[in-house]
């Protein structure tokens, strides 16, 4: 099943179950997914909804810290209950090893050697990571690998 189905039934359910949190969650979630399409005039297919879901999580842990920051525990709380019902969605995240062991393989598919061919090891591993691992992380591994 499609992941934007995923979320549609995932809406029922939580207004059956009158779950505030996760509707409110799902719903912003299909308003980002449906915002995007309109601005880019395609249907969205589960690897861009992935995206758009990778980046609302990032969203609301740069807002948790800044209010954690503030002092500010129950807004910071309100975004970290929207990060745990976002990532529901997400595919389960990659450990080290498997991180380890795909950059290992875009490196000997792409014939990488240095800097220069970040950008060729980069563009092999993104869609085999998208949702499933930090990108900064990973072009950091890969620098760290390549220099």
Same mark, same amino acid.
């Given at each position: 099943?499609?992941?934007?189905? +995923? ?5 029922? +359910?939580?207004? %059956? ?9 799902? %719903?912003?979630?299909? @308003? &980002? ?6 601005? /880019?005039? $395609?249907?969205? #297919? +589960?690897?861009?909804?992935?995206? $758009?879901?990778?980046?609302? $999580? ?6 948790? =810290?800044?209010?954690?920051? &503030?002092?500010?525990?129950?807004? =910071? ?9 976002? /990532? ?16 290992? /393989?875009?490196?000997? =598919? ?8 970040? #950008?060729? $090891? ?10 499933? &691992? ?5 072009? @950091? ?7």
């Amino acid at each position: 099943m499609a992941l934007i189905d +995923d979320l549609k039934n995932a809406q029922k +359910d939580a207004m %059956r179950a009158k779950n505030k949190v996760r509707l409110g969650t799902i %719903r912003m979630a299909l @308003a &980002a997914i449906k915002q995007k399409e309109i601005d /880019e005039q $395609v249907t969205l #297919g +589960d690897s861009d909804i992935l995206a $758009v879901l990778t980046k609302m $999580v990032k969203q609301r842990q740069d807002a948790a =810290s800044q209010y954690d920051a &503030a002092g500010r525990e129950d807004l =910071s709380a309100t975004e970290r209950a929207e990060i745990v019902e976002l /990532e529901s969605f997400l595919p389960q995240p990659l450990t080290a090893e498997e991180i380890a062991a795909l950059i290992d /393989e875009a490196m000997a =598919s792409t014939g990488a050697s240095g800097m220069q061919d970040m #950008g060729k $090891v980069m563009g092999v591993l993104k869609p085999q990571v998208q949702g499933r &691992a930090d990108m900064g992380a990973l072009s @950091a591994l890969i620098k760290q690998r390549l220099g």
